[in-house]
């Protein structure tokens, strides 16, 4: 006898399968590709794929002890309990599926699970009766009880309740984050559901704008942020709080306004309502967390550099002044220490070196330079005061990597090719055209193991003259390298690498190696334990590897083994809004990693002296 | 070889016992009459009965499992792992200790533990160092953790944390209430702990102020309940609030004004500050609780008759606008349904008939008349519109239980003995006096079963002539007995009890035993199944219970079995305020009371009629 074929058709997308009488209805879920929220593995122990069969036989065991018997009665099984028996359709509600997700952030790709903890929910409550005179809340409590246990409502969304349950007939939608029920709305809303992922640099700031129902991203927008005007970095806005009248207040009410307009323009972007908008997410160092919050950050710049919060803060956006949904939410990423903020913790769940056997180490370049060691067992941060050089600071002709920077210089066999960003006239040199220019005259011999960069006189003979021509004496910042003459500038100056530039790219280069290496000594641990370097940050994204090694800022480490995770921060914003998994992970990250203070430990500066030396590069003539 | 005795001295009371080598501390404080907080009875299992061992010699084991090796260290230990081996000095902490307490409410005890959850701890909080880089809240949550794991902390008072830290010199006052950080103070404030159980009802608003360290009520204060100008009762003013404008927000701000002026009254009369009460607990009846709250109440007085919310509801008091401490709590007691609120969950709380094996009757008689009957396993409630009649309203010379009140009326061999309140004259008659009035021409035969007053010429022969001199024929109320004649009172006119007032009491009365029968029915159980019946209100204490069985308010049961609670609803405010488990307890009974709405019985019409029959009374003639 040939055996009994059942056409499955899964709603709402309407896909169908055929499977042998008996499979269950988990297993044919497998089959047309939907895969299921189970923890158990459809073994009918987590309660979690409940679906409604809309038509066709289908026999069930076991669903009693999740559900409640006029549930059941209404066809509402668990997935992995139910046996077809007949030809039948099945509708799969969305809390009951998994849905694996990509982020993309400068074309590295995460992946996770779309499980965010803002659920909007449609739901039918049972009008009141003499029968059944259950409050208004209990009644909307004991409709959503297969959604969520016990929520809490605050009192000013309770008061808007029996109103929208008879406004919309009751039938309304309820908007849960975690446990706690913040909005009521009439009617079935539920398929407008967002939220926005912020990254808060010091520099700059930028929001993603997420569909929670799709993972999707709808739109991105950045801006300057305006405390720059405060201070450029994050010492000269502690001291702005800490000495200006209003100081903390002012630079509060600027991040938020900041924020306020770039929720506008992706709002706006997107053609959604902001209301809709339940939840912000936000990482940043230290400093800006604190700033954001309103908390003080003095203690932050002053021995022995504590802030005041270290966890996330879930806080109502009405208390920060932030304009999304009334009762909405703004989730900050917990720090580490003071020098290591949610944007590290941000770079670690990205990078999931928390979750590996292996040794890995991330670096994230900015204005500091953070840097985190370890595996599952144990992970180990430290920040270095590294980063100004490659961010132009402090560099004689050094500017952001903007139009006219110089951003590669290669020297070849009769020339020096530079090229600068959108092919302009160079105005200066940025981060990754630096890194080159020093790289570039180790290898042609110009700079020595110490940093000093020969004068004409002390070139070896082998230098060919294109290049001696180019070494002239400045005044103020001794030997220096004409990079592009004054003639193709836009300034109608000389652009030149100068020894003062050599030396702040060694301090920094330096402090960031001094710091990679009590890392690797605090973990018993040599070069090659370590089995990948991941660099996140903007900056990082644009570093050439071999270049970077070769003037020391990276390890000699097969450059295979260096990986690129881009804006990591941005990443981990959005990964804590889309998965409520990830923000408990970004939790145990930020409670589990250890922070060393380089400064007290007596063998910084010992390590910091010998850091400074350029290495011996294999590639160098 | 003599046992050999040490001397135990317990801290701070300074309190010696003599006890034998090897006895726990444990068993040497029950000696010394000091209880300890265990749940475990001194077994070493709940880790409840920390102490600090201040002098001399003990040798413990187990309490590792408990406290940090550096806690055990400093010579903290469980009490019960303890056994002492020298003279010993023993400090015990609050926290470790269990209180006994004693609520007096009109005579009436209650007997409790004392556990707030308002808690205050001092604690030196460790200073951050280059070795210890933890956040301010990270240091705290740490310093505190044997007190209260993973609390959380609003972002408002994690502000202030950093400063009151450092201008304590990190030695400061942790304010706690269940699992969060409400308030931060410089210093050792932890002898300043109070909290204000409120009772508000419909027309009086109680307070009593508590010491939360001791238990000690320190101050009561009473005020009438402003609101009462919008309406005498709760009809009434969910009319106002429903048809005013502004209707529900000038009646919210109307009683938190005046909770406010108890509060100011009440911290004056202690000479304590407000900012050390951190706590208010209010019970009332659903229509108090929702006006209190802003609640729209409109729902409650319109058919199916529901409100907004039943579970208590726990809010911050700057956002009621109730001026205690700037973080402080205000905890509603839970309700029952529409009718039966928060004073009858306290009624329950306070009789103890949740807890019995045995079947209890309950009866608050106010405005409106709740009853509860059942035991552990059901308990079932009602409300009937009773009361008015009892408090003077729709009498004719009915009037409040105040000065020149009618209040006690007996029927002598030759005369008519009345009394009034203060002994003034005669101004009318309240609701005692209307119940002894009628009992009283019950037994003398001027009223017959069926409640009719008959007139002089219907009147048996037996009747002394000074009784019926006292029948007139009202023309517009009808028949009628003289109480006072118009010689005798303020008012110059003769104060009658009429033929209209005898219908009253009748439905007044009838109500409520019909009420009580449909509940007996419901539990299928007979009067004599009814071990106790607890009467509960401020007019309920000042019945006499044989005259209230004869005219059928209470069931004719053995009056010893009839107990009188006093202000139950007062009571119960101050346990939940006290006793953080109470609180839980009445949460319980909110969810788990049933309430049966009368008026849709099918039976109760029937049943209502048959009750508003006299009873033929054993002490009737």
Do not use: W
């Not at 720090?335 to 944007?343: E, K, L, Q, S």
């Not at 180790?442 to 004068?455: E, F, P, Q, V, Y």
Request: glycine letters at 8%; hydrophobic letters at 35%.
């Amino acid at each position: 006898m040939a055996e009994r074929m059942f056409k499955v058709t899964f709603q709402p997308e309407g896909k169908s399968v055929f499977v042998s009488d008996g499979t269950t209805i988990y297993e044919a879920g497998g089959e047309a590709g939907i895969i299921f929220k189970s923890e158990c593995g459809g073994h009918g122990i987590c309660g979690s794929c409940v679906v409604n069969i809309m038509k066709g036989d289908y026999k069930q065991m076991g669903s009693e002890k999740f559900l409640p018997e006029e549930e059941i009665n209404k066809d509402s099984v668990l997935a992995c309990r139910a046996n077809i028996k007949s030809d039948i359709s099945v509708e799969i509600p969305i809390s009951s599926r998994l849905f694996k997700l990509k982020i993309l952030t400068k074309g590295i790709e995460y992946k996770l699970e779309l499980n965010p903890d803002i659920k909007k929910i449609f739901v039918n409550v049972p009008k009141p009766s003499l029968e059944d005179q259950r409050s208004d809340i209990d009644r909307l409590i004991d409709s959503i009880k297969n959604h969520i246990k016990n929520p809490i409502i605050q009192l000013d969304v309770l008061k808007i309740l029996p109103d929208k349950l008879r406004k919309g007939k009751f039938k309304i939608t309820v908007v849960i984050e975690e446990n706690e029920i913040i909005d009521i709305e009439s009617e079935d809303q539920s398929d407008r559901n967002y939220g926005i992922a912020f990254d808060i640099g010091t520099t700059t700031v930028v929001g993603y704008l997420l569909d929670l129902k799709t993972g999707k991203q709808l739109a991105v927008s950045s801006r300057t942020n305006p405390q720059t005007s405060c201070g450029d970095d994050v010492i000269t806005r502690i001291n702005y709080a800490n000495t200006k009248k209003d100081g903390l207040n002012n630079l509060q009410k600027q991040i938020v306004s900041c924020i306020n307009d770039i929720i506008i323009e992706l709002v706006n972007k997107a053609n959604i309502d902001k209301k809709n908008v339940y939840k912000i997410t936000t990482t940043g160092n230290t400093t800006m967390n604190h700033l954001f919050l309103g908390l003080d950050p003095i203690n932050i710049a002053m021995n022995p550099y504590v802030g005041v919060v270290r966890f996330n803060m879930n806080v109502r956006s009405e208390n920060l002044g932030v304009n999304i949904n009334r009762y909405g939410k703004v989730c900050t990423m917990p720090n580490i220490a003071g020098f290591v903020g949610g944007d590290t913790v941000a770079v670690i769940l990205a990078s999931g070196m928390h979750k590996s056997k292996e040794i890995k180490f991330a670096i994230d370049i900015g204005t500091n330079g953070e840097l985190v060691m370890g595996n599952k067992d144990r992970l180990i941060s430290c920040s270095t005061a590294a980063g100004p050089a490659f961010e132009g600071a402090r560099i004689v002709f050094g500017m952001r990597a903007s139009n006219g920077a110089i951003d590669i210089v290669k020297i070849k066999k009769n020339e020096v090719e530079i090229n600068t960003i959108e092919n302009s006239k160079a105005i200066g040199i940025c981060g990754t055209g630096l890194i080159d220019a020093v790289a570039e005259l180790r290898k042609n011999g110009i700079i020595n193991d110490s940093g000093k960069m020969l004068k004409k006189e002390e070139l070896p003979e082998y230098i060919p003259d294109f290049l001696k021509e180019r070494i002239v004496k400045n005044e103020k910042y001794g030997t220096s390298f004409i990079l592009v003459d004054k003639n193709n500038t836009r300034t109608g100056k000389d652009i030149l690498l100068t020894q003062k530039d050599v030396r702040e790219t060694q301090l920094a280069k330096g402090a960031m190696y001094a710091g990679y290496n009590i890392l690797k000594k605090i973990l018993g641990i040599k070069d090659e334990d370590i089995t990948e370097i991941f660099i996140a940050g903007a900056f990082g994204n644009y570093i050439r590897k071999t270049q970077a090694k070769c003037i020391g800022l990276l390890p000699d480490i097969s450059t295979e083994k260096i990986k690129f995770i881009g804006n990591a921060a941005g990443a981990g914003a959005k990964m804590v809004l889309l998965t409520k998994e990830l923000k408990q992970e970004a939790c145990e990250i930020s409670k589990n990693t250890e922070y060393i203070e380089l400064t007290v430990r007596k063998d910084f500066q010992d390590e910091f002296m010998d850091a400074m030396y350029f290495p011996t590069c294999k590639t160098c003539t």
